[in-house]
């Protein structure tokens, strides 16, 4: 391909136009010389390199500050920064280089970015503990996090240029992290992009099918809108109300994941849209406004009792303001109502973008801010070994629902729902938690397990009597009290463990054992303990009986030799041991033929878009795509997956289970059947039907082909009369 360098020069430097235009209003004296520095360093560092799209690499940075500038509203150090962002990690320029050229702050921040960049393609070390360096990173200046983000949402945006495992890499660990981050932070815009553009390269054919859905049903949606809106406009003029009045349909993420979470289809989701109402308020009236729509609406729609959210009062804690009801519309059917101000739809829609607009309301955003990040910090200097437990931990937090509760003195605390007394407890603080016996809540006694509601006064009962317990963990759902118990446990153990070490010692003594180092390793790998703790704390509870030293002892003088473990395979292991005795699947990036195990959790069949993992004991696993475990395991262990692609269609057949939904007519059993015995070369392995009150559901396992012999019998299942509804299921069950 030729390049036309001058072409390309006049490209990046119009590109670099658009960028000062988008941040001009919010740059002061001196700031756009500073940008331009940036802007020439960034250039001249990285002037040989391209990206794999071909295009020079200093789009990509340009690209990111422009992100950050329009996106998420960031000044002149966090668009120096963002044009700095993958410098030191890739070209020559030394950190020192940054600090003597923009200052320690902005050589501070590009430095967390260096810290956290190589999370996909450091296959050595596990993904969590990357996410924890994410994390942690992120509590010390909030501009890394927002940073990545951006960086994170240009490469998702030009991901087509990447190979197949890569693209599904990055879609998942953007699903299973940063999409999240990006919602905690309030940037809303931006974390539905992230998930739609998660989901195109994880579950592509579902991404297209709704969006196909989505904009077919358009039309209707607007009808239907017109209609909602029809009564009021009048009425809410006539108060003096400005406003704006338009459906919001839900993210094609967001159908995705309410039709998997739900098992339902696409025309089964009731609240494909919401009706939002923006107002125009001066900020003093702004509540009050808001509740006299909600007063007009409800005049001419009906409201459900149960349905209605008001985060005006009491916002999120991501500052997530607005007054949510659901209404009974114009035909028969349930539609939420979202009333808000422009304001509050702005920082909805843009968070820490929208601050500096609305100054008052941002101290106290940027307080909640504060103290979330704070809680951050806190839990990661409790460092926990097991760096994934962590992380789920962390993420339940993530993504759970908010409650408010309070103190005895009328404390607020904001919660996750379902969390307990005990969670609370922790909440106020950690010896208050340990020592946790119960709690009153609205004046009752309460068990420590109680799960605490919405609105409830807990006065926490403690003892110094008590100390945490194992059962403990199983009903505290914060992860501040999870790893705060977790610690407490392993304390305790640690104390326990002391007294079994003089056990053990006198133990060995007497079988005339010397207690080195050496010889307690031993006796621990010949017990299958991981540790020498671990040995001391059976000790001490009495569980190391001299029957077991004795054998030790003769096991030392005689051993039987034993097989070796492979404790951990690897690509070239399992490479040169396990040559394929089979053609259906290529593995690998050179795309070779290995054994491997079809994942019971999916069932993978040809056709599917599928991945290997390489599993500790038992090869390399082949899972779908879009298995439920998939962004786990990718995004946790992407060292660990490897390319899977199927090759040639010869005739072997694989497991499949289809779910039948329909009315129970005359005979629709037997015609099922029937469609599936004339089908060519398919066998039956189990089939199971159930019929009540005139509904009928069957589950059929089948051995097919592959994806297009499994479609063509679902086509014609569905011709069946009776039949509804026909889908693949994931699981046996
Ligand atoms: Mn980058």
């Given at each position: 391909m030729q390049i036309d360098i001058e072409a390309e020069r006049k490209e990046i430097l119009h590109r670099y136009k658009l960028l000062i235009k988008a941040c001009k209003r919010r740059l002061e004296k001196g700031d756009q010389e500073i940008i331009r520095k940036a802007f020439g360093v960034a250039v001249e560092s990285h002037k040989e390199m391209r990206r794999k799209s071909g295009e020079p690499y200093i789009y990509h940075p340009i690209a990111v500050a422009q992100i950050c500038a329009e996106e998420i509203g960031l000044g002149r150090v966090g668009i120096v920064c963002a044009l700095l962002h993958d410098t030191v990690e890739d070209t020559d320029l030394t950190l020192d280089d940054i600090k003597g050229l923009f200052g320690e702050k902005v050589a501070q921040i590009i430095d967390g970015l260096t810290k956290i960049s190589g999370v996909i393609d450091n296959t050595s070390s596990i993904q969590a503990e990357n996410f924890r360096k994410v994390l942690l990173t992120m509590s010390e200046d909030i501009r890394v996090i927002l940073i990545k983000l951006a960086d994170r949402l240009h490469n998702m945006r030009t991901?087509?240029?990447?190979?197949r495992d890569k693209q599904i890499k990055i879609a998942s660990e953007t699903l299973f992290l940063y999409a999240p981050l990006a919602h905690r932070l309030g940037l809303n815009t931006i974390k539905t992009e992230l998930e739609n553009l998660g989901l195109k390269y994880t579950d592509t054919e579902a991404y297209n099918e709704i969006g196909t859905k989505l904009s077919e049903s358009e039309p209707e949606r607007k009808k239907f809108i017109q209609k909602f809106i029809e009564p009021l406009k009048d009425i809410l003029a006539e108060q003096g109300l400005k406003f704006k009045i338009f459906g919001r349909a839900k993210s094609i993420y967001g159908i995705y994941n309410k039709m998997k979470t739900k098992r339902v289809s696409f025309e089964e989701i009731y609240d494909l849209f919401a009706i939002r109402i923006v107002i125009d308020s001066p900020h003093d009236q702004e509540k009050s406004d808001c509740w006299k729509v909600y007063s007009i609406i409800t005049d001419f729609y009906h409201p459900s009792p149960e349905r209605l959210r008001d985060w005006i009062s009491t916002p999120k804690s991501n500052g997530y303001e607005s007054l949510h009801t659901t209404v009974m519309g114009p035909s028969g059917k349930w539609v939420e109502v979202q009333i808000r101000t422009t304001r509050m739809d702005d920082l909805a829609e843009n968070g820490y973008a929208a601050h500096w607009k609305y100054k008052d309301s941002a101290a106290d955003k940027e307080s909640k801010l504060e103290s979330w990040l704070l809680k951050i910090k806190e839990m990661l200097e409790n460092p926990d070994p097991n760096a994934l437990e962590f992380i789920d931990d962390f993420k339940l937090n993530l993504f759970s629902d908010e409650m408010f509760v309070f103190t005895p003195k009328g404390d607020m605390k904001t919660m996750p729902v379902n969390a307990t007394a005990l969670d609370f407890a922790f909440e106020i603080h950690t010896k208050v938690g340990e020592h946790c016996i119960g709690a009153k809540v609205n004046h009752k006694l309460v068990p420590l397990s109680h799960e605490l509601s919405s609105g409830d006064q807990v006065e926490i009962l403690t003892s110094t009597k008590q100390s945490p317990k194992d059962d403990w963990l199983s009903f505290v759902i914060t992860a501040k009290a999870k790893s705060k118990i977790k610690n407490s446990l392993k304390d305790q153990r640690k104390k326990i463990a002391e007294e079994g070490k003089d056990i053990v010692q006198r133990k060995f003594e007497r079988q005339k054992l010397e207690f080195t180092n050496k010889n307690i390793n031993a006796f621990c790998s010949f017990l299958k303990l991981n540790s020498s703790q671990e040995l001391y704390y059976r000790a001490a509870l009495g569980n190391v009986e001299l029957k077991e030293i004795k054998e030790f002892v003769k096991h030392q003088e005689n051993p039987i030799k034993k097989k070796k473990k492979t404790e951990t395979a690897n690509i070239e292991q399992l490479v040169t041991t396990a040559r394929?005795?089979?053609?259906?699947l290529v593995i690998g990036d050179d795309l070779q033929k290995l054994d491997y195990k079809l994942a019971p959790c999916c069932n993978p069949i040809p056709g599917d878009d599928v991945f290997g993992f390489i599993t500790v004991g038992e090869g390399i696993k082949i899972h779908r795509v879009n298995c439920p475990n998939a962004i786990k395991l990718l995004s946790n262990y992407a060292y660990r997956v490897v390319n899977a692609k199927w090759v040639n269609d010869q005739l072997i057949s694989f497991l499949a289970g289809v779910k039948i939904i329909g009315t129970d007519e005359l005979g629709i059993v037997n015609n099922i059947t029937k469609v599936i015995s004339n089908e060519n070369n398919i066998n039956m392995r189990s089939i199971n039907f159930d019929t009540h009150d005139g509904l009928f559901e069957g589950t059929i396992m089948i051995f097919v082909h592959d994806t297009k012999h499994l479609n063509h019998l679902i086509t014609n299942l569905k011709k069946v009369k009776g039949v509804t509804k026909v889908e693949r299921i994931d699981e046996k069950h």
């Open positions: 991901l087509e240029h990447m190979k394929g005795n089979t053609d259906m």
